[in-house]
């Protein structure tokens, strides 16, 4: 029987569920799209869910992406929905186990760091590492798992950058056994329950421990060995940081903030990666593209890719913002109400102790605000970019090619908006960009027997399901 739980006469409407406790989580898990599009035509763009025994008011379109992101600190908090999943893995004196203040402060550091000089430094170490990576499909022509190799190249990309060269050096298989159980505390259930007695979570902790002395250790290598010659955030970390009070960030408040940039930039940009690739090779046309434009810029394919020479490439920027569009890897940003929270425009109410929820993945495939949305068309951009220029609104110039809107109200935000707005997209720009562009020069791709990839909505960002691509090799045609 369908089971319709109790609300007050003000609370945005209740889906009702068949499941006690679980509530609407096997639909979220299962085939959220359709499952938030029907709710939203039913109940409009505010509506409730429950999800494990919590309240989920979940807000949609601009309007709840809106509602969500400018949300005051005083009345929702992440740090609140957060902390429970995330302290344990990143460490304490970090992210969302500090103020507000503090995180901004923290967040500004390594926004800092990452400048332009610094992730000019990057783009010959990606194509370094992707060299070198593929050079295990060695066969003219062979079949492959393309999210598995994107997740093991992106996690030596991301360390090479955002660590240096010393940490990658010592890179080994112990190494990929600590990152993986660390990895392995970021699972669904501890989003729900806090720190249960798991195996799984006793690996973890014991992971956090290890990879926090490796980073100290290396630390103090460096510091030893006065290195100045390195672009990488941890360098920038030990040298440039000091809070407005004038305290200087701590060697180990600094191995917590690379834990959390490693952890928030691996799958985040490796499952983007996987996906820019299979809706490539679902439409070769666009690999052709790719390869044109490239031409076009150096003159030929031969020439070397650089950071001045991506912001000149267009193709390839919104190849990887329409990917974002459909395939936001982070699916839902959540914050808990604080105090009864009126949602302005309404009668509702959200009462104290809820959540709520943007899920800017409904609004990206939206016909209102995309014309064919579930279509892979990157070329929509350029009319997108064009009349976004001519309204003159919510037009951010990073500096790097690409306008984004960045506002809270857009429909379109892969990145999110507001004060926990993601300060990683330059680099995860960056880092897809260039290995795609290394990509196309060495492969063709096609879709193994045609079959484009099953999504898996339950892990905490949205993966394919075994996504085979069969690959020639375009060195080895001739
Ligand atoms: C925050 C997405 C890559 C570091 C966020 C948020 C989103 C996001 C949606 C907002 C979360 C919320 O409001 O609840 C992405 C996507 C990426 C990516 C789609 C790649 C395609 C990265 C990278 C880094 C990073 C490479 C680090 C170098 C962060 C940090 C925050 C953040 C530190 C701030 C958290 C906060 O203030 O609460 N990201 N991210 N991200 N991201 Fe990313």
Redesign the pocket.
């Known amino acids: 029987n369908l089971m319709y739980p109790k609300q007050e006469s003000n609370e945005p409407p209740m889906v009702p569920y068949w499941i006690p406790f679980l509530g609407s989580a096997i639909r979220v898990g299962t085939d959220p799209i359709r499952f938030y599009q029907e709710c939203q035509e039913k109940y409009g763009k505010f509506f409730t869910i429950t999800l494990v025994g919590r309240k989920m008011v979940t807000c949609l379109g601009a309007e709840g992406n809106n509602f969500v992101f400018n949300a005051r600190l005083a009345d929702a908090s ?1 740090e609140e929905a957060y902390k429970g999943l995330t302290v344990p893995v990143f460490g304490t004196g970090v ?1 969302y186990d500090v103020q507000n203040s503090v ?1 901004m402060e923290q ?1 500004r550091f ?1 926004k800092a760091g990452l400048s332009q000089e610094n992730l000019r430094a990057y783009v010959p170490m990606i194509i370094k590492e992707t060299l070198e990576y593929f050079e295990r499909w060695n066969e003219p022509k062979g079949t492959d798992d393309i999210h598995e190799a994107m997740a093991e190249l992106v996690i030596l990309t991301a360390s090479r950058c ?1 660590l240096g060269d010393d940490v990658r050096s010592q890179m080994d298989e112990s190494f990929a056994k600590v990152y993986s159980d660390l990895d392995g505390g970021f699972a669904p259930i501890n989003f729900i329950f806090e720190d249960l007695p798991l195996p799984a979570n006793r690996r973890r902790d014991q992971a956090h421990v290890k990879m926090r002395n490796f980073f100290l250790s290396i630390m103090q290598q460096r510091r030893k060995n006065k290195r100045t010659d390195t672009h990488d955030i941890m360098q920038y970390l030990l040298d440039n940081c000091e809070y407005k009070n004038g305290r200087r960030l701590s060697d180990q408040e600094a191995a917590h903030i690379l834990i ?2 490693l952890l ?2 691996q799958h ?2 490796s499952t ?1 990666s996987a996906w820019a690739l299979i809706y490539l090779a679902q439409n070769p046309e666009i690999f052709d593209a790719l390869r044109e434009e490239q031409i076009r810029v150096l003159g030929s394919l031969d020439a070397e890719v650089t950071f001045d020479s991506l912001k000149q490439m267009p193709i390839l920027d919104n190849v990887v913002r329409e990917t ?1 569009r459909l395939r ?3 699916m839902t ?2 914050r808990k109400v604080l105090r009864d929270l009126p949602i302005p425009g309404t009668e509702y109410v959200i009462p104290q102790g809820a959540y709520i929820q943007a899920v800017p993945m409904i609004s990206q495939r939206d016909d209102g605000y995309f014309k064919n949305a579930d279509k892979f068309s990157p070329f929509r951009w350029e009319d997108y970019d064009k009349q976004q220029k001519e309204r003159d609104d919510d037009v951010v110039d990073y500096g790097w090619g690409a306008i984004h809107t960045s506002s809270a109200k857009s429909p379109y935000l ?3 908006a507001g ?7 330059s ?2 720009y960056v880092q ?1 960009k260039t290995i795609l562009a290394t990509f196309v020069r060495m492969f063709d791709l096609r879709l193994h027997n045609n079959k484009f990839p099953e999504v898996d909505f339950t892990t905490l960002i949205v993966t394919p399901v075994k996504p085979l691509v069969d690959y020639t090799r375009r060195d080895q045609k001739k």
């Open positions: 992440a992210v995180l967040k390594v955002l959390a940039l928030a930039g985040t940009s983007t974002l936001p890897p982070i940003m959540i892969p990145f999110g004060r926990h707005r993601c300060i990683g997209e680099f995860a897809i």
